[in-house]
């Protein structure tokens, strides 16, 4: 099993848009691609202006099969050119880690 947890830091004044575009884009995922169940999670403690993307795969090869096909999509991509457009994020602020499961 692996987890995905895409973070994403938003600039000042943007933590309320920023949820906003986050739960659009993993629901827009979701249905454009049967099988994945992202979800958005925002920290308790820690950075306040800090949102995760989180997600689980069976393996890497199904993780990188959503990968390429949603960089690939037409609608996938107009909402990160929206992100951008609006400014939303900090661009040295978005990471991707990849986990696997142990237990």
């Known amino acids: ?5 895409v973070s994403i830091t938003c600039h000042d ?3 309320g848009e920023g ?3 986050a739960l659009n884009v993993t629901s827009y995922l ?3 691609f049967p099988g ?13 202006y800090e949102i995760h993307l989180v997600s689980r795969f069976e393996s890497l090869a199904v ?3 959503l990968k390429k096909r949603s960089e690939a999509d037409d609608g996938y991509q107009k909402l990160v050119n929206e992100a951008r457009d609006q400014g939303l994020f900090i661009g ?3 990471t991707e880690r990849l986990y696997e ?3």
């Open 63 to 65: 993780y990188d099969d």
């Open 101 to 103: 499961r142990v237990s």
């Open 1 to 5: 099993m692996i987890t995905s947890v």
């Open 30 to 32: 979701n249905k454009q």
């Open 92 to 94: 040295s602020g978005i």
């Open 13 to 15: 004044g943007k933590l």
């Open 36 to 48: 994945t169940e992202m979800e958005v999670v925002r920290n308790v403690g820690g950075p306040f």
């Open 19 to 21: 949820i906003g575009w």
